[in-house]
């Protein structure tokens, strides 16, 4: 069953934009996690943001929660080519495992 | 620390014959999935272990699917049958201290 659903689908920028995606999700969470997938690849777990928190960086992430709305951000300063990838939100319930979003694709071209 | 590893990285099979994807996980993690990822489309939960019990298995289709996790370890999923609907890539994950979830690689299976 889908939980999360990311927006947009797909992400074109150009290097040093920033880049935002975003998350919603149907019902309450313990946490919500965001990971990376480059292409070929298995998924890197990226931030974890807990119910009780509103924002949370590390490095060039920025990601915000928003129970009330059932809503979650993920912010990219500066992009590079690097970060080019599928990025993904998954919630965490209590009594379930990981549930993932179909994700958004994120290219970024120098 | 070693990662999750997983094996093979692809495999290709005829309709109706069997497969079978082998996972280790990080040393330590008591909690072990499989998820199966359609092209596009994110990971979706096919089985989950505690140790080398089964928490969920609901979305597992039981009738071509099996998966063990003998000894609280590693894990094999299996599937016998396999259909062209099966073309997939099976990602192992265990699950760390503060509940992140780290992958392996994943093994593509192409089903003709």
């Known amino acids: 069953s889908q939980q999360g659903e990311e927006d947009p689908q797909a992400l074109s920028i150009q290097e040093g934009e920033n880049a935002t995606m975003n998350c919603s999700y149907k019902t309450s969470i313990n946490n919500l996690q965001w990971y990376r997938q480059n292409s070929g690849r298995g998924l890197v777990h990226l931030i974890l943001i807990r119910s009780n928190e509103r924002e949370k960086h590390s490095g060039r992430l920025r990601v915000t929660l928003d129970t009330s709305k059932k809503s979650s951000s993920l912010l990219i300063t500066a992009s590079r080519a690097a970060d080019t990838a599928s990025y993904f939100c998954a919630t965490d319930q209590t009594g379930t495992a990981l549930i993932f979003g179909k994700g958004t694709t994120l290219s970024v071209s120098s | ?112």
Do not use: M
Request: with cysteine; charged share 20%.
């Open chain 2, 1 to 112: 620390e070693a990662g999750v590893a997983q094996s093979p990285r692809y495999k290709i099979i005829e309709k109706r014959q069997s497969v079978a994807f082998w996972c280790n996980p990080i040393s330590g993690h008591a909690t072990l999935y499989w998820y199966q990822q359609i092209l596009g489309q994110g990971p979706k939960l096919l089985i989950q272990f505690q140790n080398n019990g089964v928490v969920d298995d609901s979305q597992l289709p039981k009738d071509r699917f099996s998966a063990e996790r003998l000894k609280g370890v590693d894990s094999t999923l299996k599937i016998q049958p396999a259909k062209l609907e099966d073309s997939a890539v099976y990602l192992c994950a265990s699950r760390g201290g503060t509940g992140e979830l780290f992958f392996g690689e994943g093994s593509r299976l192409t089903v003709l």
